[in-house]
T-cell receptor
């Protein structure tokens, strides 16, 4: 079974700052998810990546499969980015199947 | 873009009552999942469903839980006799091969907040 660790657990930033959230996992995978959870509780999928880097607007996700590590970066952070960011990976490695989730990183961006 | 929907958004029930949480996965998806998140804790896998049967379940998914795809569009989670500790947010997700996104990317519904009193 896979284990997922995220850091930091809580992060407070000033508007405009560059944010980095880290995720590491124990069992080799081919795909990793970054999810966003807003205070209302709903989950939105931000990225699924299997290698290298993906960019969507101000969000950038990178993954190093060999080192079992991924990072989510937010450039020019804004108060509307305040949310919990969650990393999730397939429980038994590979790409498919049920996901195991990190505890999440609670980001608060102050104006 | 197609979405997974869930109803109700919030359900309050008394301990010992049965509840049914409903999900409508994206129409051409073949794999379905239920996850739950107890307040302040991480999201946990409950069960996956494919080809009209459970493909995997976690240790949380005991005999009080059941899932069904009654009519080809809905995917339901039934809790037979609710306990206080079943209070949580329940998320449905789905995916499929050959979609516009990667097969492995799961689409999540907005969740149903279940409160057991």
């Amino acid at each position: 079974k896979n284990e997922v660790e995220q850091s930091p657990q809580n992060l407070t930033a000033q508007e405009g700052e560059f944010i980095t959230i880290n995720c590491s996992y124990s069992v080799g995978i081919s795909a990793l998810h970054w999810l966003q959870q807003h205070p209302g509780g709903g989950i939105v999928s931000l990225f699924m990546l299997s290698s290298g880097k993906k960019k969507h607007g101000r969000l950038i996700a990178t993954i190093n499969i060999q080192e079992k590590h991924s990072s989510l970066h937010i450039t020019a952070s804004h108060p509307r980015d305040s949310a919990v960011y969650i990393c999730a990976v397939p429980n038994y490695g590979g790409s498919q199947g049920n996901l195991i989730f990190g505890k999440g990183t609670k980001l608060s961006v102050k104006p | 873009e197609p979405e997974v929907t869930q109803t109700p958004s919030h359900q309050v029930t008394q301990m010992g009552q049965e509840v049914i949480l409903r999900c409508v996965p994206i129409s051409n998806h073949l794999y379905f999942y239920w996850y739950r998140q107890i307040l302040g804790q991480k999201v946990e896998f409950l069960v996956s469903f494919y080809n009209n049967e459970i493909s995997e379940k976690s240790e949380i998914f005991d005999d009080q839980f059941s899932v069904e795809r009654p009519d080809g569009s809905n995917f339901t989670l039934k809790i037979r006799s609710t306990k206080l500790e079943d209070s949580a947010m329940y998320f449905c997700a789905s995916n499929t091969p050959g979609g516009t996104r990667s097969f492995y990317e799961q689409y999540f519904g907005p969740g149903t907040r279940l409160t057991v009193t």
